[in-house]
C-alpha cells in the first residue's frame, strides 16, 4: 500500500526567504505526482504537476522536482511572501499494487510565511 | 476558468438523519471522485467515477453511503444515516484522463454532524 509522508509538518519562515518542502512515497511505480495548495477551510488548488517520466516542473516562484527511483520530491518556493502561507499536500498516483491508480496523499505542511 | 462546483458548502445536521452533496465536474471530464478530509490529514478517496460507472468504491463504507453520477456529468453524494464520525470535508475532483490526468478539486463541503 503506497504511504506518502511530507515533512517538516510545519514550517515558519520570514518574508523573503527561499524554502523547501519534502514528500517521500513508499512505492516508485507511480504515474505522476501533484503538489496542491489549501487555504484554510478551502478546496485544494493544484499548483504542479510532475508525470512519472519528468524530472521537474516550474510555475513562476514554485519548482517542484521528481526523484521516482529514491520515492521523493521536493517543493521549492522562491522569495515567499505572506500570502503563500497555506497547507502544502504532496499526492502520489500510483501504477500497481493495492494502491493501483489512486491518488495517496501526506499529511502535508502547514507553511506561515511571516512580514 | 472552468471550476468543479459543490454544494452546499456547509451542512450541518443531526446524527441518523440523511445528508446529500452536490458535485459538478469541469465540463468535458469523464473522471469524477469523491474523498472525504478529516481536519488535519490528507483527502482519501471515497469513490471514482469514469462517466457513469463506478471504478473505485473500495474505501466506501456502502451500509450508509452511496453515490451515483446517472448521466455522467454531475455527482450526487449521500449518507444516510449519519454518525457523529462523519463529520468532515467532503471534496469533489474531476480530471480528462483516468489514470495520468491532473485533479481538480472544488471548494468541498464542510459536514458537521450532532
Known amino acids: 500500500k503506497q504511504e506518502v509522508t511530507q515533512i517538516p509538518a510545519a514550517l515558519s519562515v520570514p518574508e523573503g526567504e527561499n524554502l523547501v518542502l519534502n514528500c517521500s512515497f513508499t512505492?516508485?511505480?507511480?504515474?505522476?505526482l501533484q503538489w496542491f495548495r489549501q487555504d484554510p477551510g478551502k478546496g485544494l488548488t493544484s499548483l504542479l504537476l510532475?508525470?512519472?517520466?519528468?524530472r521537474e516542473q516550474t510555475s513562476g516562484r514554485l519548482n517542484a522536482s521528481l526523484d521516482k527511483s529514491s520515492g521523493r520530491s521536493t517543493l521549492y518556493i522562491a522569495a515567499s511572501q505572506p500570502g503563500d502561507s497555506a497547507t502544502y499536500l504532496c499526492?502520489?498516483?500510483?501504477?500497481?499494487?493495492?494502491?493501483?491508480?489512486?491518488?495517496?496523499f501526506g499529511q502535508g505542511t502547514i507553511l506561515t510565511v511571516h512580514p | 476558468e472552468a471550476e468543479v462546483a459543490q454544494s452546499p458548502r456547509y451542512k450541518i445536521t443531526e446524527k441518523s438523519q440523511a445528508v446529500a452533496f452536490w458535485c459538478d465536474p469541469i465540463?468535458?471530464?469523464?473522471?469524477l471522485y469523491w474523498y472525504r478530509q478529516i481536519l488535519g490529514q490528507g483527502p482519501e478517496l471515497l469513490v471514482q467515477?469514469?462517466?457513469?460507472?463506478?471504478?473505485?468504491d473500495s474505501q466506501l463504507p456502502k451500509d450508509r453511503f452511496s453515490a451515483e453520477r446517472l448521466k455522467g456529468v454531475d455527482s450526487t453524494l449521500k449518507i444516510q444515516p449519519a454518525e457523529l464520525g462523519d463529520s468532515a470535508m467532503y471534496l469533489c475532483?474531476?480530471?480528462?484522463?483516468?489514470?495520468?490526468?491532473?485533479?481538480?478539486f472544488g471548494p468541498g463541503t464542510r459536514l458537521t454532524v450532532l
Open positions: 475532483a474531476s480530471s480528462s484522463q483516468r489514470l495520468a490526468g491532473e485533479q481538480f
Open positions: 512505492d516508485s511505480a507511480i504515474y505522476n
Open positions: 510532475i508525470q512519472s517520466s519528468q
Open positions: 499526492a502520489v498516483r500510483t501504477a500497481g499494487g493495492t494502491s493501483y491508480g489512486k491518488l495517496t
Open positions: 465540463s468535458g471530464h469523464a473522471t
Open positions: 467515477f469514469q462517466d457513469e460507472s463506478v471504478v473505485d
